[in-house]
């Protein structure tokens, strides 16, 4: 378990928001080397259902087919689409067994859940040991606190957020995780389902427009940082006591 959970913090964050009507499901993108492309972070589950990982993808994929043979069933069975708590539920199940037994090794990765159903949005975290939780917004992943700050700081103003407000503070708390990182449409995933709007995974068109405004934000804020001048003791005569270590 220890390593399983050490696998999710060690993955590229991935958060998650929530307000009345939508959810939004953001991450940043690692590349292994310059030459080859990013890696994908969030996946479809279902029209009303999504997922952001942190940790291993292989693991990823493997919940993520189960995932969505279990909705696909449903959707038969029952004609409509399956409740976001129950699939929830079911995955924390399958994460639980495999830490039963000595011939298989707990899933090396955290999701985040978020789905619209009758019972309105919901954004759900799993954990390796078969743990589920429910948030109104989380982070997970390397550096994922510095974003859970933001969330804390913000979270009054969430559930009566736009659609577009609600991005920019998935983007502001992403970026404040990837500080060192300038956000780009080619470094960040982000998706949005809600009422009246089908899960959908946003392309660089939707997202330009919003990475361009957290650009500004951050030279702005770069460029009202004052450097911090030392006072330095002076010596007898009024000269400068310097010390060489």
């Not at 390593?3 to 939004?24: D, F």
Request: hydrophobic share 35%.
């Amino acid at each position: 378990m220890e390593y399983a959970r050490e696998a999710v913090k060690q993955g590229s964050v991935a958060l998650g928001v929530v307000s009345k009507t939508h959810v939004i499901l953001a991450a940043l993108k690692r590349s292994h080397h310059e030459l080859a492309s990013h890696q994908e972070k969030i996946f479809e589950i279902d029209s009303n259902m999504g997922i952001a990982i942190a940790g291993l993808t292989s693991d990823a994929r493997a919940l993520a087919t189960y995932m969505r043979v279990e909705c696909l069933n449903h959707r038969f069975n029952h004609g409509h689409p399956m409740v976001t708590g129950r699939l929830v539920g079911q995955v924390a199940t399958k994460h639980q067994q495999r830490t039963m037994s000595s011939s298989s090794r707990p899933y090396g990765v955290g999701l985040l859940v978020g789905g619209y159903d009758r019972n309105g949005p919901h954004l759900y975290e799993t954990d390796p040991s078969g743990l589920y939780t429910e948030y109104h917004a989380i982070a997970i992943g390397s550096r994922s606190q510095s974003a859970r700050t933001y969330f804390e700081r913000h979270l009054d103003a969430f559930p009566d957020a736009s659609l577009e407000e609600l991005v920019h503070h998935a983007l502001r708390a992403l970026q404040g995780s990837a500080s060192d990182t300038v956000l780009t449409v080619e470094n960040v995933s982000l998706a949005v389902v809600g009422k009246n709007y089908q899960f959908k995974l946003w392309g660089k068109a939707d997202l330009e427009p919003y990475i361009t405004t957290i650009a500004a934000e951050r030279a702005a804020s770069a460029q009202n940082e004052e450097p911090v001048v030392e006072d330095v003791p002076m010596g007898e005569g009024g000269e400068e006591k310097m010390e060489v270590e």
